[in-house]
């Protein structure tokens, strides 16, 4: 497994309690989640503007 770093982020608390209640519903761990959400966000993106 590739070395992980911690990293803080400030959200809305309706934002987290969701990020945790999907998590939760997939199956993962949060960490796991929010990885995957924005490994997926950051392809889409980059399909979009290839920066």
């Known amino acids: 497994m590739p ?3 911690q ?3 400030y ?3 309706d ?3 969701a990020v945790k209640h999907r998590s939760i519903d997939e199956g993962l761990s949060l ?3 929010v990885e995957k ?3 997926q966000y950051l ?3 980059q ?3 290839p920066r």
């Open 11 to 13: 959200l809305p608390p």
């Open 37 to 39: 959400a924005l490994t």
């Open 31 to 33: 960490s796991a989640f």
């Open 7 to 9: 990293f803080n982020v």
């Open 47 to 49: 399909e979009e503007d």
């Open 43 to 45: 392809a889409a993106a």
């Open 15 to 17: 934002v987290v309690r």
């Open 3 to 5: 070395d992980k770093v």
